[in-house]
């Protein structure tokens, strides 16, 4: 039992050096993809092609001078960073990385805990995830930082709401709240993407907007607000603002992957497995499967986290009034509607193609009554 | 049943009627839409049974209380004719949020759930802090609805609190006699009995839980002014007596005594506090409250009357109070002061040479409010001063008469200012609606004066 | 000596329990003592998220995720968001009055006397764990209770919340000839 013990805390211990790592990586990533995107050399001093700049980085951070303005309010101003990190970490617990070890004849599932309310503990954590920058904001006793704490706290709320009726899409067709379950019913190619095309784009939209990404990043605004909530911060603390939403990108890259994209299943898992057992023997076979389920798996993260950066190098700022526009009046009808069609389909006994023909037929209904509206509003 | 269903689907179709470029049609078609509920109501007539799992329990007598209900709406809302002709209006808004608060007043007549009971009362106050703020441009409405909420908010909390503790006592939500009483558990009964009385009381505007009572009586729109002290009192009172007199029947002589000095309290806070008031909507919160005090002295009485009382009670209050409010919004739209309708008692000044059938109307309503015999309001006063003669309280009917004594005063002040000479009103212009209204409210007034029997057999 | 041994004989849930608890006592206090409004909110959230661990421990848990949703996520950021935009520090009232502090110590004092004598005289009933069942808070045992012993009253909320929406709307509307600020 003490081993078994051992593997699942060393998992755990795992998830979380990796969430740093890839952290701090993602902003040398960041840096080489914009430098591609601008036609630009990019970081390549510290270190081969630049590799060691976020430990430059750091510490650069480490080392400047720890900063506290006369008349903040102290403790909240050390508690806001902290509560962004703290809270951009814990979502990690209930990610499945893979699927399981087997050690010992134990089965030892790669994940922090299996919990029955998975995607609910993901989505409770998110919206706790505002309060590091609303009370860092406000604690910093600055104009500029108050608006970008506020701005955070309204987009925040107005997003999640969009993001939970599109969650909810997913959860009436795998029947449960536990993330496990949701990618073991995605087996192989049977990703949900292709069940709920509108969903994901409403949750990629919204997972831009929660973790205040281009072309949601309107709390730091550089134009407007000077740099936002985290204006009055410096040394480490700023470092915990700018890390934690880089672990944010990474978890909501693996929760898109895991909704979505089917998580650590890809196709032909069945046959490699086969062929892993009958070469290797049943521990070990099933041990490197799960290995490489993980590895797909981080894969799918990649190229989620590169489209995060993507679009941070391509498009333009939302205008604040454009941005609640699309939230309340755009992306929640149709998380509503994208909620109903797959509730026919649901009940239907082709949910594949009911799905795709109810988004047909809304498409259609949605084209035939706006140009009704346009010979309308012409004719009058 | 069926009314909440109705009522819920027509308050919907009211909503889409809001995007109907002719505002005119909601006003009929909303009356239309009670009308319909109205009807609804009377098919499960002799038909008793309960719904959904004991959650709704449905008789006869709910359903006379669900037509009292819906037929005072009717009334009420009648008062809004034209209304949709102002520049900020939005009809369909107030008639939807009126259609769906009417939901809530029945799940609160005829429940038999505490979750039910909640639900009703919450969909009831919600819908009536929304329309007390209802004129946005009313500082003073403003206030009272955020006084109004943030107290009935309050209210809710503490009935919530009660409701835990009962479950906790007795592991169930179902009221009834079959639950467990008395044993070890009784402490948490009693904490929750205490805990659900005062939440109730406060939605009834009993002393001392009626603090919000005049401001908010005098922020709030005059035609929802006249809905709040109805319609949610009827409802209100119903549910008291449904909870005490079922689930806590067998703590009579534990909640016995608060009803007893709560009466008292409201009857003294009622009515003095009614005497030195100029406003008249201030003056009619007052009465509102000692009302209230009158109407808990049927819960003092013997079970098997108290309903027949409480029903003939807020039948008589309703009908005068309606008429009182209604004369109240025809007169003071006449006389605009500070942009706003002027609602002093001095408004009535000169109103018997002015306009008769206004003044006959207020006046017949303010004596069956007094308890005046030959109106219906004195067979009100008798029934429940009956009913707590009969177990024997003769100290608080005592106390009641006097503040009987009392209230004569005060709801003759409007009466001898509207048959004063001098007037300061132009001639008072009534839709015929409004007329056939007060027609059936006087008219109401004065039959159940002289054959009181015919509501009371009933039951 | 003896609470020392007791304190050693402490399973780890009791341990969770204490801990929790005087968090949420903790966190309580701290919402009606601090006299700084901010500080108030961000207590409360202490205590909503510290009640979500009594959930937990009542294996509850999607009660604790809902209220952690909902209570600490949604409400009390809009709490927190309106109480930074007024200014409260230079026109707070005088709260410290010293009746109203008296007058709330008394009535709650009286209330907790209660309770607490109320809780000392029931017995409380033991869950036997060999017949507990364990799936009681689970989400498909709510839900299958929502959708068939509470179908009314769950059908109906939505009712309270169209009520609360369209008034929202109505009350929030910008009229003709209104500044936004």
């Given at each position: ?18 969430s740093l790592g890839i952290a701090a990586y993602e902003t040398y990533f960041e840096r080489v993809i914009a430098a591609f ?138 029947g449960s709240l536990s993330l496990r379950t949701i990618v073991e019913e995605q087996h192989g190619m049977n990703w949900n ?188 | ?85 102002f520049e900020f209006a939005q009809p369909a808004e107030y008639f939807a949020i009126v259609q769906f608060s009417l939901v ?356 | ?181």
């Amino acid at each position: 039992m003490d081993s078994v013990f051992l593997i699942k805390s060393l998992i755990i211990l795992g998830i979380f050096a990796l969430s740093l790592g890839i952290a701090a990586y993602e902003t040398y990533f960041e840096r080489v993809i914009a430098a591609f995107i601008q036609d630009r050399v990019g970081p390549d001093r510290a270190g081969p092609f630049g590799l060691l700049q976020p430990l430059a980085d750091a510490g650069k951070l480490f080392f400047k001078e720890d900063f506290i303005p006369t008349l903040a309010d102290k403790w909240l101003f050390i508690l806001g960073p902290s509560l962004a990190m703290l809270t951009a970490l814990m979502t990690s617990a209930v990610i499945p990385f893979g699927d399981s070890i087997l050690y010992d004849g134990h089965e030892i599932l790669v994940q922090g805990i299996e919990v029955n309310i998975g995607i609910l503990w993901v989505f409770g954590v998110v919206s706790l995830g505002v309060y590091g920058i609303l009370i860092g904001g406000w604690a910093s006793n600055n104009k500029y930082s108050l608006y970008g704490a506020i701005r955070a706290a309204s987009q925040n709320i107005s997003y999640e709401l969009a993001m939970g009726l599109s969650i909810i899409a997913v959860l009436m067709m795998s029947g449960s709240l536990s993330l496990r379950t949701i990618v073991e019913e995605q087996h192989g190619m049977n990703w949900n993407v292709f069940y709920q095309p509108l969903g994901f784009i409403i949750f990629l939209t919204c997972s831009f907007a929660e973790c205040n990404r281009t072309p949601f990043d309107l709390p730091e605004s550089e134009n407007e607000l000077v740099a936002g909530y985290h204006t009055e911060y410096g040394s480490m603390k700023l470092g915990l603002f700018l890390f934690s939403e880089y672990v944010n990108m990474f978890i909501s890259s693996a929760v898109i992957a895991t909704l979505f994209f089917g998580g650590f299943n890809y196709p032909g898992m069945d046959w490699v497995y086969s062929a892993l057992t009958s070469k290797m023997g049943e521990v070990t076979g099933h041990n490197l499967a799960t290995l490489v389920g993980t590895l797909v798996f981080f894969g799918k993260i990649a190229f989620f986290i590169f489209v995060y950066m993507w679009v941070r190098w391509t498009l333009p700022r939302f205008r604040y009034d454009q941005l609640m526009d699309l939230g309340w009046k755009g992306l929640i009808p149709l998380a509503v509607v994208n909620m109903i069609i797959t509730a026919a389909a649901e009940l239907s006994n082709q949910p594949l193609l009911v799905n795709w023909i109810g988004l047909g037929v809304f498409i259609a209904l949605l084209y035939a009554g706006s140009a009704l509206m346009k010979s309308k509003k012409t004719s009058v | 049943m069926y009314p909440i269903i109705s009522l819920s689907v027509t308050g919907l179709l009211t909503l889409f009627l809001g995007f109907s470029e002719n505002k005119k049609i909601v006003f009929p078609a909303s009356i239309a839409f009670l009308l319909i509920a109205l009807a609804t109501a009377f098919i499960d007539w002799n038909a008793p049974g309960f719904y959904f799992n004991d959650m709704l329990q449905v008789n006869n007598t709910s359903i006379v209380f669900w037509a009292i209900l819906i037929i005072s709406a009717i009334l009420i809302m009648g008062f809004s004719e034209g209304f949709e002709r102002f520049e900020f209006a939005q009809p369909a808004e107030y008639f939807a949020i009126v259609q769906f608060s009417l939901v809530g007043a029945i799940m609160m007549v005829s429940f038999k759930n505490l979750i039910m009971l909640f639900l009703g009362i919450e969909i009831l106050s919600v819908a009536m802090y929304v329309l007390t703020g209802a004129d946005k441009r009313n500082i003073r409405g403003n206030e009272a609805a955020l006084k109004y909420f943030l107290m009935g908010a309050f209210a809710t909390g503490i009935l919530l609190f009660g409701m835990a503790m009962f479950y906790g006592a007795t592991g169930t939500f179902n009221i009834g006699s079959g639950v467990f009483i008395g044993g070890d558990n009784s402490f948490f009964l009693w904490i929750g009995c205490t805990f659900m009385l005062i939440g109730m009381l406060f939605k009834v505007a009993a002393a001392p839980f009626h603090l919000w009572t005049p401001d908010v009586y005098e922020g709030a729109p005059t035609i929802f002014t006249a809905y709040m002290s109805t319609i949610v009192k009827t409802a209100g009172f119903v549910a008291l007596f449904k909870v005490l007199s079922t689930t806590f029947s067998g703590l009579q002589d534990f909640w016995w005594i608060m009803i007893a000095v709560l009466v008292t309290l409201s009857l003294m806070i009622g009515n003095i506090g009614a005497v030195s008031q100029n406003s008249f909507k201030r003056l009619m919160a007052y009465s509102s409250i000692s009302h209230a005090g009158f109407m808990l002295l049927a819960l003092l009485g013997d079970h098997e009357n108290a309903l027949g009382s409480i029903m003939f009670y807020s039948v008589v209050y309703t009908l005068a109070t309606i008429s009182a409010f209604g004369v109240l919004m025809v007169v003071s739209k006449e006389r605009i002061e500070k942009g706003r309708v002027y609602e002093q008692n001095d408004l009535f000044k000169g109103l018997a040479q002015n306009n008769g059938f206004l003044a006959t109307v207020l006046i017949i309503a303010m004596l069956s409010l007094a308890g005046i015999p030959l109106t219906g309001g004195f067979w009100g006063k008798f029934f429940v001063f009956r009913d707590a003669a009969s177990s024997g309280l003769f100290w608080v009917i005592i106390m009641a008469v006097l503040m009987s004594a009392i209230a004569i005063y005060y709801y003759f002040k409007p009466v001898l200012l509207s048959m004063s000479k001098k007037t300061s009103l132009e001639s008072i212009t009534i839709n015929p609606l409004a007329k056939f209204i007060f027609a059936i409210t006087t008219f109401g007034t004065i039959v159940l004066g002289i054959f009181p029997w015919i509501l009371r057999s009933l039951f | 000596m003896e609470t020392l041994e007791t304190i050693k004989n402490l399973t780890m849930t009791q341990w969770s329990f204490y801990a929790v608890s005087v968090l949420t006592l903790f966190g309580a206090l701290g919402t009606i003592l601090s006299k700084n409004p901010i500080h108030s909110v961000i207590y409360l959230i202490m205590t909503f998220f510290s009640l979500s661990a009594h959930y937990v421990l009542l294996n509850a848990q999607f009660l604790a995720a809902v209220n952690i949703v909902v209570y600490a996520g949604a409400i009390m950021v809009l709490f927190l968001f309106v109480v930074m935009f007024l200014n409260i520090k230079d026109e707070a009232p005088e709260l410290d009055n010293n009746k109203i502090v008296i007058g709330a110590s008394i009535v709650g004092g009286t209330i907790g006397v209660i309770l607490v004598a109320a809780i000392r005289l029931t017995e409380s009933q033991k869950i036997d764990p060999s017949t507990y069942q364990i799936k009681t808070g689970f989400i498909e045992t709510l839900g299958q209770l929502l959708y068939s012993k509470y179908l009314l009253p769950f059908e109906l909320v939505s009712v309270l919340f169209l009520i609360a929406m369209s008034g929202a709307v109505m009350l929030g509307r910008k009229e003709k000839g209104e500044r936004n600020f």
